[in-house]
């Protein structure tokens, strides 16, 4: 593979996965589980996970708690191979994290807290590290806040780095005007259907990511959970089916998604072929439990993605969200 080597910035989180829950006991009662894991999550950290797994070259940057869970969160990025030089250790918040209780369908609410994430700002960041990279993604704009992020980007982008963006709020239509300054800096937009429709107020998201492109972003790639996702440019609309596999837990299929797609842009290949990488990749995490979830390469994914299922997830009749 031709090498790829993208700055990944932004949101890191660890996420702590409960899986066959069912409800949630009464009281003080406790409940037997099949499963509890740990794994490295977030618009930034999983991405970068799957991307590293992809074979990109990948650095990450962000903040991270400087506690016991942080020390577990650096530890495993690293054995990814993901460059963690870039995350800073904080004092003043503890590192975010996540408790995910899968349900039997892989339908999986979350208990969130914030912690290090909002204590990240520009200033912690070494902009020439950054821009030795092909690719800026930044996963969380609103944390940094619209006028930083927007610099960063711009950053990137005037010292001819492509950049993409994946928010991390829901849609709420005034979360746009908070990020205004981000958009006319991103080259790839890479929302969920519920984002697209609540920031654009639109019925459909074809309709949607248009109205997201006229604010500035260069193409709007919209995953759909269980119908695919839609990439929707200036010059074209791309609709991509998910592929049909046993789905375990569809934490982290979004940032996989984002991962297969960055890195398809970045190998050169179209809109079409790089959102069936993405659906294709997401395919694979959503077999096991978080956004680490599997073992495979671009080889694999990509041999899936044809139709080679060797070694790859089985074929269902439920797609992957």
């Known amino acids: 593979m031709t090498r790829v080597e993208i700055a990944v910035v932004g949101v890191h989180v660890l996420d702590t996965h ?47 708690g400087a506690d016991a869970m942080g020390d577990a969160l650096l530890a495993m990025l690293r054995r990814e191979g993901v460059d963690v030089g870039g995350l800073v250790r904080t004092t003043t918040a503890q590192t975010s994290a996540s408790v995910i209780p899968v349900r039997p369908n ?43 992020a927007g610099e960063l980007l711009q950053y990137a982008k005037s010292n001819g780095l492509s950049t993409s963006v994946d928010i991390l709020a829901p849609g709420d239509p005034g979360l746009l005007q908070w990020i205004a300054d981000v958009l006319p800096h991103t080259d790839y937009l890479l929302p969920n259907d ?18 997201l492109l006229a604010t500035g972003a260069g193409c709007v790639a919209v995953t759909r959970g269980s119908k695919g996702a839609v990439v929707v440019s200036d010059a074209e609309t791309v609709e991509v089916p998910a592929f049909a596999i046993d789905v375990v837990d569809t934490t982290g299929c979004g940032d996989a998604f984002s991962a297969g797609f960055i890195l398809g842009r970045a190998l050169g290949r179209d809109l079409r072929e790089a959102a069936r990488l993405g659906c294709a990749t997401a395919a694979h995490v959503a077999t096991g439990i978080g956004t680490d979830a599997g073992a495979y390469d671009l080889d694999l994914v990509e041999a899936f993605a044809s139709g080679d299922d060797s070694g790859s997830p089985r074929r269902t009749s439920r797609r992957s969200e």
Request: net charge neutral; aromatic share 4%; with cysteine.
């Open 194 to 211: 519920e984002q697209v429709l609540g920031f654009t107020g639109a019925a459909d998201v074809v309709i949607g990511a248009r109205r």
């Open 106 to 148: 892989g339908d999986r609410p979350a208990w969130h807290c914030v912690g290090a994430n909002a204590m990240f700002r520009l200033e912690d960041l070494n902009l020439d590290e950054v821009i030795r990279s092909s690719h800026l993604h930044l996963g969380g704009p609103e944390f940094l806040g619209g006028p930083a």
């Open 18 to 64: 409960v899986l066959g829950i069912t409800s949630i006991p009464e009281g003080s009662q406790g409940q037997l589980v099949p499963t509890i894991k740990i794994s490295p999550a977030g618009t930034a950290g999983g991405t970068a996970v799957v991307l590293r797994r992809l074979g990109a070259t990948v650095h990450s940057f962000g903040a991270v």
